[in-house]
T-cell receptor, first 112, second 114 residues
């Protein structure tokens, strides 16, 4: 079974802090994705990566950056957290030739 | 650009009743369509997918969905709902000209009455 894990289920940070969310997949997938999930808006793509050290902006990249130094790990970075970044963050991965995405359990981030 | 609309934000059904969740998509080529389910506090789990072929697809947990190209729809159905089906359901669309990207609908939250 594909397993996607995220470093924290719940996180509380203060405004202005630097925040790291980490995601690890164990199926040697080429592609990895970060989404944020807000009520009524579904999932919106923040960034994705199709290879180590490669990244592409999604629909809402402002205020975020990412890092992919190893194939299995994809990190989302909030350089200076703000209250409007309070949300559920979901990581996903898939094979290069596939469309089906496998999701982690999510990190619920609260910025106060 | 592709888009997905799930017209119903909330739906409540009685246990044992039938269920249909609506999904309409906009996509400029042959779409690949997905339904995911998210139980409270969990990530998304794939219920079923349509790539080509038979327009009625079967998924896990007794769910099925029908692709109707003329209506740009991919509605999810279940003949008899169980209390454990209470969750949020997401429809998604992708395709060859979108890379590996999926576009998700806003979700439908299903509540099940005993």
């Amino acid at each position: 079974d594909v397993k996607v894990t995220q470093s924290s289920r719940y996180l509380v940070k203060r405004t202005g802090e630097k925040v790291f969310l980490e995601c690890v997949q164990d199926m040697d997938h080429e592609n990895m994705f970060w989404y944020r999930q807000d009520p009524g808006l579904g999932l919106r793509l923040i960034y994705f990566s199709y290879d180590v050290k490669m990244k592409e902006k999604g629909d809402i990249p402002e205020g975020y950056s990412v890092s992919r130094e190893k194939k299995e790990r994809f990190s989302l970075i909030l350089e200076s957290a703000s209250t409007n970044q309070t949300s559920m963050y979901l990581c996903a991965s898939n094979q290069g030739s596939s469309y089906e995405q496998y999701f982690g359990p999510g990190t619920r981030l609260t910025v106060t | 650009a592709q888009s997905v609309t799930q017209p119903d934000i909330h739906i409540t059904v009685s246990e044992g009743a039938s269920l249909e969740l609506r999904c309409n998509y906009s996509y400029g080529a042959t779409p690949y369509l997905f339904w995911y389910v998210q139980s409270p506090g969990q990530g998304l789990q794939l219920l079923l997918k349509y790539f080509s072929g038979d327009t009625l697809v079967q998924g896990i947990k007794g769910f099925e969905a029908e692709f109707k190209r003329s209506q740009s729809s991919f509605n999810l159905r279940k003949p008899s709902v169980h209390w454990s089906d209470a969750a949020e359901y997401f429809c998604a669309v992708g395709g060859w000209n979108a890379g590996n990207m999926l576009t998700f609908g806003g979700g439908t939250r299903l509540m099940v009455k005993p």
